[in-house]
């Protein structure tokens, strides 16, 4: 069998490892680039989520990678060569608050948010029941709005993505699980079932798989599995125009092009499964009727389920690990929003040893052995 | 203490199952989408409704036999008519919606008997009005006695519809043209099926004749291969599939009508049982992914059965039986279905059974599709109605390498809409296995909902206490 050699081994084809590559095959053309993914196209979280982007965060650091990829996703067709489009629809994002502490902490974000130039504003309950009709009153306080925020479609991304990638010769496999790594020389071997794969560098994005791999080189990182569950509605009249998520009731919702109203619904619990638990509709039902008794109505078409990542302080962790040439790129739940910028960063970092972008100062593997936890305003209302 | 078993399914399986899970004492629950209990094949007209059957007298009698059984039981059963499971769970929990609120069960067994729906061959203009399934076009009949057309092309593969044909024809409606995929000569291969299925070729004969009688225009070896028409359905075009599967060039002819009544065959419902997890497999022929189940209905998981036509058809005289055979083996303690007292128990329903089947094997003879029935759909032929996919985006999906039905989904949305994929994805399956030579793997990921349940309803749950 002949080896298989590679500059970079990019594990993991979602949002993160396809946009991270494809960076890589613009900023240097010719590297020899690989991509695995164990499952099939967009059958990880990339592929399962709320389809959501948006601005409206209260630290500098996710403002700045959201900004930036919103203005990715704003150009994506034109980049990515991709004339049918990736679906952007720019509704806005409407953050909503039902205690006077939530309210407090967008208040908070909403300056730091003027401070980058995001147009967002603050709304009164009233204001955010004008916007949406549907919703209920019942302890709502108020919400902030930001019009620059919305939505694409996952699998158009992740399409267009894996074409350009492969347009740059960059080599994309699906079905193909790494066992094991291992340390070969200066670089690094990759164990698949068809034989080892050699590459100088290994970038692993398998986001809340990410400490298997780093186990079997000694390593471990404090990145648990959040399993989400998430219902589409039937094709319904218009009733939800802007995005909205509750900061208390861990909902978002979105009004898709063709009508069908999705709902995430996430709940404390961890495990790897994405199978439906029997529980969970009749609980998402009640919690999504006291937040919008206008959609009381409206048939559930399907539910599905996907698991993303969660790190100690709710942040995405972009580095370096401690083995030279093994990189990470955890998402921490906002994976497809900030894809392109890490796409950027990391590509700059592994091809270029680029160590500019203050973001991966903040979100280095490292943070965790000596503490320096971060703080989202935005992610820590209970 | 008593079991209890819940019974998905009024049809022959179903019906049968709950007589004899009542006569073993069992607790049972039956949960059908109909008013009336009888399934598609056993369909009953609104109460108020008279006037005559075009079925057969020997089929009547036989429809009439078991609803009148299961009609002498339904005091001692817990039944939901008009009432939708919605979503199984592998930990045996069954959802279920009926008016404006959701129930959870979680009994001792569940007998999933959920029959088959007609296999949808996607073809140029085959969402125009006037064009339906053969078995759709039989329940307009049976259920509200009006004729679905007047002038009416019936065409597929199979004996049903030469039998709908002949129900038209009865019904003083006229047909055009009676087209067939394959002759039923396919049938005389099986000399013994043939035999065991004596008194069910009578009745065929009988509409043979009627067929015959009426000097219907038949083309054997033709398929539809376009509808034309714009509001409503003109007329269509039928060409000759020669024995190298090739849609035969110049064979084309038009014939106008009012209704296209096809039916290509059968697809298993088989959501339910994937969705509790059992292990599942594909056969294109008797439904495309169904159960793996043994001779008592039990699949892989334990407490769950499947009966009838939903664990691969068998016809409504094999669903009986095996409703009966299914409804036994749910009742008694699991370890008990193993035993010898069982099997001499059911002895004579098993014997019965095996000589039903053994005429399905003439049956399947004859709904088997070639490759090439495939090429009638086209490019621009829609495939997925509900998301409004062509032919094209499949094929270039599948071309960029997406071969399994989720990635296909995933890519161009096939599935994704209202009927959850229940009209197109067989079609997919078989339309990619055509395309690249292999069939996907795996269907479709069964997730709930398998009907759409409003929030209000799933809100209002009541759960039965654990037991």
């Known amino acids: 069998m002949t080896k298989e050699k590679f500059d970079v081994l990019i594990i993991g084809a979602g949002a993160y490892g396809l946009s991270c590559a494809w960076w890589m095959a613009k900023r240097r053309s010719g590297a020899r680039i690989l991509v695995v993914d164990e499952g099939e196209f967009a059958s990880g979280a990339s592929g399962r989520n709320g389809a959501g982007f948006r601005m409206q965060w209260g630290l500098d650091l996710n403002i700045r990678l959201c900004q930036e ?28 608050a039902h205690s006077e502490k939530a309210l407090a902490a967008l208040k908070g974000s909403l300056e730091v948010q003027h401070r980058y130039g995001v147009p967002s504003e603050l709304l009164s309950a009233d204001d955010c029941l004008k916007m949406v009709p549907a919703l209920g009153r019942n302890r709502l306080v108020g919400g902030t709005f930001c019009g620059k ?29 790494v066992e094991k790594l291992e340390r070969n020389g200066g670089g690094f071997r990759a164990l698949v079932q068809d034989g080892p794969i050699e590459a ?35 094709p319904c009249t218009p009733r939800v125009k802007p995005i909205l998520i509750s900061l208390e009731h861990h909902i978002s919702v979105n009004q898709v092009n063709r009508g069908s109203i999705v709902f995430v619904v996430s709940r404390a619990r961890e495990g790897k499964e994405i199978a439906s638990t029997p529980d969970f509709l009749a609980f998402a039902s009640q919690k999504i009727i006291d937040l919008l008794p206008g959609v009381a109505d409206v ?9 993303s990542s969660l790190t100690p302080d709710m942040q995405p962790i972009l580095g370096e690990t401690e083995i030279e040439g093994l990189y990470v790129a955890v998402s921490s739940f906002r994976g497809l929003m900030t894809s392109p910028a890490v796409g950027r960063i990391m590509s700059a970092l592994i091809l270029e040893n680029d160590t500019n972008d203050p973001v991966l100062t903040q979100l280095t593997p490292r943070r965790f052995k000596t503490g320096d936890l971060i703080v989202e305003p935005l992610l820590n209302q209970e | 203490m008593q079991r209890s078993i819940v019974i998905i399914g009024a049809g022959p399986a179903g019906m049968a199952a709950a007589i004899e899970a009542v006569r073993r004492g069992c607790r049972v629950t039956v949960i059908d989408e109909g008013p009336r209990p009888g399934g598609q094949i056993y369909r009953q007209p609104h109460p108020a409704l008279h ?17 009148d059984g299961f009609q002498a039981v339904i005091d001692r059963i817990d039944y939901r008519a008009e009432a939708n499971v919605y979503a199984v769970f592998p930990n045996g929990e069954i959802h279920l919606a009926q008016g404006d609120r959701t129930e959870v069960l979680r009994p001792d067994a569940m007998i999933i008997a959920t029959g088959v729906r007609e296999q949808a061959i996607p073809f140029p203009g085959w969402t125009i009005p006037g064009v339906m399934f053969a078995g759709g076009a039989q329940s307009i009949l049976k259920a509200q006695r009006v004729l679905p057309g007047r002038n009416v092309v019936v065409a597929g593969c199979g004996p049903l519809p030469r039998v709908v044909a002949a129900q038209i024809l009865r019904a003083g409606g006229s047909v055009a043209a009676l087209a067939s995929l394959r002759s039923l000569r396919a049938m005389l291969r099986y000399p013994r099926s043939l035999w065991c299925g004596r008194d069910i070729l009578r009745e065929g004969l009988r509409y043979e004749w009627t067929v015959l009688r009426a000097r219907v225009p038949q083309f054997t070896g033709y398929v539809p291969v376009r509808a034309i028409g714009g509001e409503r359905l003109e007329a269509v075009a039928l060409a000759r599939i020669d024995a190298e599967d090739r849609i035969v060039s110049g064979s084309e002819r038009e014939i106008a009508c009012d209704l296209l009544a096809i039916n290509y065959g059968f697809v298993a419902n088989s959501e339910l049982a994937a969705m509790t997890g059992a292990e599942m497999r594909r056969d294109p022929v008797i439904g495309g992914w169904v159960a793996v189940t043994d001779a008592f209905g039990r699949t892989s998981v334990p407490g769950v059965f499947v009966a009838g036509d939903s664990a691969g058809l068998r ?37 019965r059974r095996t000589r039903h089947l053994e005429f399905q094997q003439a049956v399947r003879a004859t709904l088997r599709l070639p490759d090439g029935i495939w090429r009638i759909v086209t490019d621009d032929t829609l495939v997925c109605r509900c998301e409004n996919v062509r032919f094209g985006e499949i094929r270039e999906a599948l071309e960029s390498g997406h071969r399994s039905l989720n990635a296909i989904k995933r890519n161009v949305r096939s599935g994704m809409g209202w009927c959850g994929g229940r009209t197109c994805l067989h079609a997919i399956a078989s339309l990619a296995e055509a395309a690249t030579g292999q069939a996907p793997a795996e269907m479709m990921t069964p997730r ?13 749950q009541k759960r039965a206490a654990a037991e």
Request: glycine share 8%.
């Open chain 1, 200 to 234: 100088d560098k290994i970038l692993l994005c398998t986001d809340w798989a990410v400490p298997e791999l780093l186990a079997s080189l000694g390593l471990n990182l404090p990145v648990k599995s959040l399993p989400k569950e998430a219902i589409v509605t039937v």
């Open chain 2, 51 to 67: 006037g005559e059957d075009f079925a057969e007298p020997s089929e009547l009698a036989r429809k009439h036999r078991l609803i």
């Open chain 2, 315 to 351: 016809g409504a005289l094999v669903a009986e039986c095996d409703g009966t055979i299914v409804g036994a083996a749910a009742a008694v303690p699991s370890t008990a279905v193993d035993g010898a007292a069982l099997k001499t128990n059911l002895a004579a329903t098993m014997a």
């Open chain 2, 448 to 460: 709930p909902m398998a009907r759409p349940v409003p929030f209000a309803a799933i809100a209002r």
């Open chain 1, 69 to 96: 990829s919103t203005r990715f996703f704003e150009t994506a067709a034109e980049q990515l060569e991709y004339p049918r489009g990736i679906e952007l629809k720019q509704d806005g994002y409407l953050v909503l």
């Open chain 1, 299 to 307: 048939p559930v078409l399907r539910t599905w389920g996907g698991v």
């Open chain 1, 149 to 177: 925020d919305g939505t694409i479609s996952p699998f158009l991304l992740l399409d267009s993505l894996l074409k350009a990638c492969r347009r740059e010769k960059v080599d994309v496999r699906y079905g193909t699980r």
